[in-house]
Structure formats: C-alpha cells, structure tokens
C-alpha cells in the first residue's frame, strides 16, 4: 500500500527566507505524487503534482517539489517566503483509485 | 463555475440523531470521495465512488453509508451519531485519469454533542 510521511507538523520561517517541507513516500510502484495546501476554513487546492513526465515540478505560488526516487522523497520548497504563504500543506500518494495523504505541515511566517 | 459544492457548511446533531451531508460536482467527474479531517491525522478516506451505482469502503468507513445513483451526487449519510464523528467533512472529485487531481469542496463542519 501507498503511504506518505512529513517530517515536522510544524514549520517556523522568516519572511523571506526558504521554506523546506519535507514529504518521503512509500509505493510499490512507480507513485504519482500531490502537494495541496488549506487556508483556514477552506477546502485544499492543488499545489503541485508529479506525473512522471519531469522530477523537477513547478507549482503555484512560487513553489516547486523535486521527485528523487532514490531517497524517495518529494519535499516541496520556495525560495523566498512570503506572509500569504501562511497555511497547512498535505502530501499525498496515489495508490489505485485512491489518494492517501500525509498528516500535514502547518507553515507560520514570521515578520 | 461551482466544482465541488457541500451542504450545510456547519451543522450540530445530539448523539444518536441521523443526518446527510450532500456532495455535488458540475465537473462530469466519475471518481467521488468522501474524507473526514481531524487535528494532527490529516485526511481519512470514508467512502469513494468511480462512477454512478459504485462505491467502495475506503480506510474509515464504520457510521457512515453512501449512495451514487447520478454522476453529480454523492451524499454521505451518518446514522445514530456519536462524538468521534465531530470532524471536518471534505467532499473532493477528480477525473478517470491516472494524473488528475482531486478538487475539494469547502467542508461540512460536524459537530456530536
């Protein structure tokens, strides 16, 4: 069965500086890969997604996630963080018909 | 364009009351799910569908039932409420491709008192 981790529910940075969210997968196969992100109250939106097609993926917002099979891992970064970035982001692994995802990582910025 | 449009945003029920959270999309999409989000877990699969008259158990499905008899609708019923069912409820829809992703309705607030 398909699973994903994230390392820290909790991720602290500075406006401006880098934001590194870690996600390491699980997958028989060959896995397709999602970043969502939730601000409060709302539903989540995709971010980005890995497809098999480039391991370097672009995103909205500025973000971006590299697939590296062999660490399997798929952190999603960006290199400036910005206030609006502020907000809960889910890993996720596609598994069949069905997506399973990782327990989240709530981002706070710092003025 | 409306997506994926969940019914009621927010909703209080007394243990042992029954209710249905309603799910429709204007996507044409096949794959329905529903997923319930509770504080440090993430997001726990419930029920899912891959077209009308289909559905599957996912990894939490016990005091909950489905039904899909249209391709836009996939109302999730909770019969005999109880307190581990207070939650977030999210309604999501993708395509039959292997690449799509889900799109997420803005979530059902239950709460079991």
């Known amino acids: 069965a398909q699973s994903v981790t994230q390392l820290g529910s909790h991720v602290s940075v500075s406006e401006g500086a880098l934001v590194l969210l870690r996600c390491n997968y699980s997958s028989s196969v060959p896995p397709y890969l999602f970043w969502y992100v939730q601000y409060p109250n709302q539903g989540l939106q995709l971010l980005l997604k890995?497809?098999?097609?480039?391991?370097l993926v672009k995103g909205i917002n500025g973000f971006e996630a590299e697939f590296k099979k062999s660490e399997t891992s798929f952190h999603l970064t960006k290199p400036s963080a910005h206030m609006s970035d502020a907000a809960e982001y889910f890993c996720?692994?596609?598994?069949?018909?069905?997506?399973?995802f990782g327990t989240g990582t709530r981002l706070t910025i710092i003025p | 364009n409306a997506g994926v449009t969940q019914t009621p945003k927010f909703r209080i029920l007394k243990i042992g009351q029954s209710m249905t959270l309603q799910c429709a999309q204007d996507m044409n999409h096949n794959y329905m799910y529903w997923y319930r989000q509770d504080p440090g877990m993430g997001l726990k699969l419930i029920y899912y569908?891959?077209?009308?008259?289909?559905?599957d158990k996912g990894e939490v499905p016990n005091g909950y039932n489905v039904s899909r008899s249209t391709t836009e609708d996939f109302p999730l019923r909770l019969e005999l409420a109880a307190p581990s069912q207070t939650s977030v409820y999210f309604c999501?829809?993708?395509?039959?491709?292997?690449?799509?992703?889900?799109?997420f309705g803005e979530g059902s607030r239950l709460t079991v008192l």
């Open positions: 890995y497809t098999s097609a480039a391991t």
């Open positions: 999501a829809s993708r395509t039959g491709q292997n690449t799509g992703e889900l799109f």
């Open positions: 996720a692994v596609r598994g069949g018909e069905k997506l399973t």
């Open positions: 569908s891959v077209g009308a008259g289909i559905t």
